[in-house]
Structure formats: C-alpha cells, structure tokens
C-alpha cells in the first residue's frame, strides 16, 4: 500500500452496490452467505427497520415481524435473524436520517421487480404488527415505495390488502 493510499488520498477502489457503512455492518455478520446475498439481507433488514422507526419507537410487535420475515427470507437461524435485526434497528436509530434513502436505493438496484414487491408487502406488514399503521408509517411506506420506484397505483393496489389497519381509515 503506497503512503497516498494510507492517508487515503490514493486512487479509490469503485463502490460496490451495496456498499454504505450500514449495509457492511450487517452484511458482515453474515460471513456464512455469499457477499451478495448478505448485502440484499442487510439492506432488506434495513428498510423495515426503517417503517418501524418511522415513528421514533420499535415496538417488540414490530421486532417479532422484522425477524420473522428476515428469518424466513434468508433461511436463517433465529440468533442471526436476531443479530441482523438489532443492527438494523440499531443503524435505523443512529444513521436513519443520513442513510434512509441511500441504503433504499441500493436495495432496489441489488432486488429484481418481484423482491421490490415482497419488500413492499413486508413494509406494510411489520408497520400493521401492532395492528394500526398511523399515517407517519404509512407516509413512510410512500416515501419507500417512491424511491423503490413504484408509481402510486401500484403503491395504492398493496395498500389495499392492509386497508383495515390503516390509521386513517379507522373509526374514531
């Protein structure tokens, strides 16, 4: 390694997709899958982290239907489902406002069209975990949605299987 390098002025290597602080973190602690697989986890794991903590809390509903959902996606065991989640969380706290979108637009460029959709569907799923979506998450899923590329009809035809826990739409 030349001084330049050490004192990272050298030449700088291209970034990877998936290669913002908190899609490494994750994906690190994931050693046993291929690199690609883990940074599509972390990033997958750090979007729903990211609905839950739309509204400055996670709950323990909220926790139990991101790990369920990771621990299924990956085919984890439930200690790294666990792990993956409390970085997640964690990173959503800490970098949530810096790293939302980035983190977001990496996930789209690493899911086909199909994984965009389940993301989509998981969103609503882990923001109705205790069983209302308030209109913070549910501007939040929008927001997602938009930066996953979806155009509001599609957005709206996913709403719509979650129309019952809709903040919004409940009775007073």
């Not at 291209?14 to 602080?21: C, L, N, Q, S, W």
């Not at 996670?58 to 065991?77: F, G, K, N, P, Y």
């Amino acid at each position: 390694m030349s001084l330049l390098q050490f004192l990272g002025l050298g030449a700088r290597r291209p970034r990877e997709v998936g290669d913002t602080a908190t899609v490494r973190r994750i994906a690190s602690e994931l050693e046993r899958l291929d690199p690609a697989t883990a940074r599509y986890l972390a990033a997958f794991a750090f979007v729903l982290a990211r609905v839950a903590h739309s509204d400055l809390q996670i709950d323990a509903a909220e926790t139990e239907e991101i790990q369920r959902r990771v621990e299924a996606l990956a085919e984890l065991s439930s200690a790294e489902a666990a792990l993956v989640v409390e970085i997640a969380k964690s990173q959503a706290r800490l970098l949530g406002g810096t790293e939302n979108f980035i983190v977001t637009r990496e996930f789209r460029q690493l899911a086909t069209p199909e994984q965009r959709v389940a993301l989509l569907h998981c969103l609503f799923a882990v923001a109705a975990a205790d069983d209302t979506i308030s209109t913070t998450e549910s501007a939040e899923i929008a927001a997602i949605a938009d930066e996953l590329g979806f155009t509001r009809p599609e957005l709206n035809a996913v709403r719509a299987d979650y129309r019952d826990k809709l903040a919004e739409l409940k009775p007073r």
